[in-house]
């Protein structure tokens, strides 16, 4: 079957740096993402991996080894406001999207 | 408008009345996608339209799940004689097109259906 495994809650300090992890089984593979999702609010889009190797966008980088199954997101310079669910995705062969359970990040000052 | 959007946010039905939730995607996104998402849990698909074809709808949980997209922009999800494991957030998601290099999904404000 298809799984994506990634920590279901972590906690981190503020202007620290966390990385959360990410390993995934699909069939198939066309893509990774990582969305962010507040309580209670829809997801809203991250960062998008297809090659291997750390993709860069301010704050947040996010890094794919299509070998290993595995990716990770990197939040550095933690603001308070980063507290929330982050979401890993695989596109499989199908093009449909397969859904982590999230992780939970709580931020603390 | 500027972004998806969905109703109604809440809604609490009977065990077994029916309920239709609707979305309006971005204006020109050709894809369009329902997820259901349980509290603590990732988005769950349900069903995928290529403007009014409904190409998959692997994920809808029974045959009391059904959704449309006649005209090719708005979509309504119907669940028929709900039942108490229905109650999740529906999520309606568009993008421009499935295939699109980065394929991000835009997902909407999401409605909450409780059902007592």
């Known amino acids: 079957g298809q799984n994506i495994d990634q920590p279901t809650e972590m906690t981190a300090t503020e202007g620290a740096i966390v990385q959360i992890n990410c390993t995934y089984q699909t069939s198939g593979f066309n893509g990774l993402f990582w969305y962010q999702q507040h309580a209670g609010e829809a997801p809203t889009f991250l960062s998008y991996n297809v090659l291997d190797g750390l993709e860069e966008k301010g704050r947040f980088s996010s890094f794919l080894s299509r070998s290993k199954g595995y990716s990770y997101l990197l939040l550095k310079e933690l603001q308070m406001k980063d507290s929330a669910s982050y979401l890993c995705a695989v596109r499989d062969s199908n093009y449909q999207l397969i859904w982590g359970a999230g992780t939970k990040l709580i931020i603390k000052p | 408008g500027a972004g998806v959007s969905q109703s109604p946010r809440y809604k609490v039905a009977k065990r077994g009345q029916d309920v239709a939730l609707r979305c309006d995607p971005i204006?020109?996104?050709?894809?369009l996608f329902w997820y259901q998402q349980a509290l603590g849990q990732g988005p769950e698909f349900l069903t995928y339209f290529q403007n009014e074809a409904q190409l998959d709808k692997s994920g809808l949980p029974s045959d009391r799940f059904f959704a449309e997209r006649p005209e090719g922009s708005v979509s309504t999800l119907k669940i028929q004689r709900t039942q108490q494991e229905d109650s999740a957030v529906y999520l309606c998601?568009?993008?421009?097109?499935?295939?699109?290099?980065?394929?991000?999904?835009?997902f909407g404000p999401g409605t909450r259906l409780t059902v007592t």
């Open positions: 998601a568009s993008s421009l097109a499935r295939g699109a290099p980065t394929y991000e999904q835009y």
């Open positions: 204006s020109g996104h050709v894809s």
